[in-house]
Nanobody, 124 residues
Framework: QVQLVESGGGLVQAGGSLRLSCAASGRTFSSYAMGWFRQAPGKEREFVASISWNGAITDYADSVKGRFTISRANAKNTVYLQMNSLKPEDTAVYYC?????????????????WGQGTQVTVSS
């Protein structure tokens, strides 16, 4: 069983920055592909970013490319999402997810474990 706990969300003005963290339990975190997703009210959960087990491969949604950066620290069992130049449309609950087998993917259903989410609100 893998437990994921997100933190770092909050209220920020447009143009500001936040860094989300996702702490994972378990000794095999370093073998997992990890992803960040978000869900705004009334909308489906959407892919934000993903990172391979060793950090060599990253992928981003077009809407966040150039503004968000995903990274990981396997020694700390933690994955991060640095969010810069935030926009009101980035407002959502952000979730991290772990995929225990296979590489990175944008498909939510292919991730095995999810955190509880952290709220990010960007004011205009």
């Amino acid at each position: 069983q893998v437990q994921l706990v997100e933190s770092g969300g909050g209220l920020v003005q447009a143009g500001g920055s936040l860094r989300l963290s996702c702490a994972a339990s378990g000794r095999t975190f370093s073998s997992y592909a990890m992803g960040w997703f978000r869900q705004a009210p009334g909308k489906e959960r959407e892919f934000v970013a993903s990172i391979s087990w060793n950090g060599a491969i990253t992928d981003y949604a077009d809407s966040v490319k150039g503004r968000f950066t995903i990274s990981r620290a396997n020694a700390k069992n933690t994955v991060y999402l640095q969010m810069n130049s935030l926009k009101p449309e980035d407002t959502a609950v952000y979730y991290c997810a772990a995929r225990t087998r296979g590489g990175t993917t944008v498909v939510p259903g292919r991730y095995d474990y999810w955190g509880q989410g952290t709220q990010v609100t960007v004011s205009s």
